[in-house]
């Protein structure tokens, strides 16, 4: 099945839609965000402190939202947490408009409320796509996901890196209000098109039966008797601890090492961006058999271009490390969500990606408060050296454990295969 085959599935075809110019705004925002932290507080320190105040929401509603993510309609959770991300920020535009530099509580308050809304997105998003298509077509949809999400931001970074950096030079003030501003236009937009999207129901026959509390119990015990799940949780929060202070001494070394330009920031992403471009549809055609192994193999890559980063006071060294852990990452990624997909049974698949969601953003605010820390206390060359090695150890941990390293990839093929003709009819449906 090609790109083409699932984007003629309407239901599927609005969602991508939607998600793709979400994902270009919140690009644009993201490294825009983190800019401006540093340059309203002069403080690498609370770059990390935004970092936490982002993840602390899903540690305090992942529980909730993935039970509700399995109880109600899948499309309402994801329409509502647009529209309430870009209320969030139309209001940031109003409070920043005309003013030098936003309020500082405003870059606290902003990162905290939008995680607050998304950590209800997430899992709902994750658990729709195999409701959307096809079984036999969830590795090709779940490819084109990560490919979009891979491309979209590179226009988002683009316009990051010429037209804002410019802005920023000339008129600062418009720059606070746009990088705002064209967010909440892309939740807007994202909205819309969820609209056409089918109602998504949990398949699941106690519905209307099972309490809340029940529901969140069950999911527990769900993860707990897969114990190649707990693994995987676990080693996604390991890895989570060494990458979450990245972004810090990612802004600190733009400071030290390379004049401190957002535009500079931009380009890093984008290399790393386009290289997971050209890389995911590349490893999809591998079809790797053993997604734990793949898994791993990717992390310790990640880990060991990271590590470089460390002795690399060039602009290019620095781009290419970047564009080889976007390699890395399609073979760290892709081959295990498309495991997850067909694996997870949809009853509990909301909440099962939200305990993942909870348990990765549990170590952000650890390792985010960590960052300038680290950074004053061992350098930037030996912070980047730690995130590193970290980063391969959590890779290679999980080889310890034999249900988790013994897994293999579902073969779709061996399923009934659905008409792709049909799902586009029933699924355009209302």
């Not at 540690?59 to 969030?88: N, P, Q, T």
């Not at 990051?160 to 746009?178: T, Y």
């Amino acid at each position: 099945m090609t790109f083409r085959d699932v984007l003629r599935i309407p239901a599927y075809r609005n969602l991508w839609l939607g998600q793709a110019i979400s994902i270009i705004g919140d690009a644009l925002y993201y490294t825009s965000f983190m800019f401006m932290v540093k340059k309203v507080t002069g403080n690498d320190s609370m770059v990390g402190v935004v970092g936490a105040l982002e993840a602390i929401p899903f540690i305090l509603f992942s529980g909730f939202a993935g039970v509700l993510a399995d109880r109600v309609d899948r499309k309402k959770i994801l329409i509502w947490s647009d529209l309430l991300c870009a209320l969030g920020l139309i209001v940031a535009v109003l409070v920043s408009f005309g003013v030098a530099k936003p309020p500082l509580w405003v870059l606290l308050v902003m990162p905290f409320l939008l995680s607050s809304v998304r950590c209800f997105f997430r899992p709902a998003l994750n658990a729709v796509l195999p409701n959307l298509v096809p079984k036999e077509a969830i590795p090709t949809a779940t490819t084109l996901t990560q490919t979009t999400n891979n491309l979209a931001p590179l226009f988002g970074l683009a316009i990051s890196a010429s037209a804002i950096a410019s802005i920023w030079e000339f008129q600062p003030k418009l720059f606070f209000v746009l990088v705002f501003g064209v967010n909440a236009v892309s939740f807007l937009a994202s909205a819309g098109f969820l609209l056409l999207v089918p109602p998504v129901i949990p398949d699941r026959e106690d519905l209307h039966e099972a309490h809340p509390w029940q529901d969140f119990k069950d999911g527990l015990r769900f993860i707990k008797g897969r114990r190649e799940l707990v693994v995987l949780i676990a080693l996604i929060f390991w890895f989570r601890l060494f990458v979450a202070p990245f972004f810090v001494v990612y802004i600190a070394s733009n400071d030290l090492w390379f004049g401190g330009k957002p535009s500079t920031l931009a380009w890093f992403e984008f290399s790393f961006f386009a290289a997971m471009l050209v890389a995911t549809p590349l490893v999809a055609k591998l079809n790797i058999r053993r997604p734990t192994w793949s898994f791993a193999i990717g992390l310790a890559m990640v880990g060991l271009f990271v590590g470089f980063m460390a002795f690399s006071r060039s602009i290019w060294l620095f781009v290419l490390w970047n564009a080889l852990c976007g390699i890395a990452i399609p073979i760290t990624d892709l081959p295990i969500n498309i495991w997850l997909q067909h694996t997870i049974p949809d009853e509990f698949r909301g909440r099962f990606y939200a305990a993942m969601n909870m348990l990765g953003a549990a170590a952000v605010p650890i390792g985010s408060a960590l960052g300038g820390l680290l950074v004053k206390s061992l350098g930037l060359e030996s912070t980047f050296i730690l995130m590193g090695v970290g980063m391969i150890a959590s890779g290679l941990i999980g080889f310890l454990d034999a249900p988790y390293r013994n897994v293999r990839a579902i073969q779709a093929e061996s399923e009934p295969k659905a008409s792709t003709e049909g799902v586009a009819e029933r699924m355009s449906a209302p």
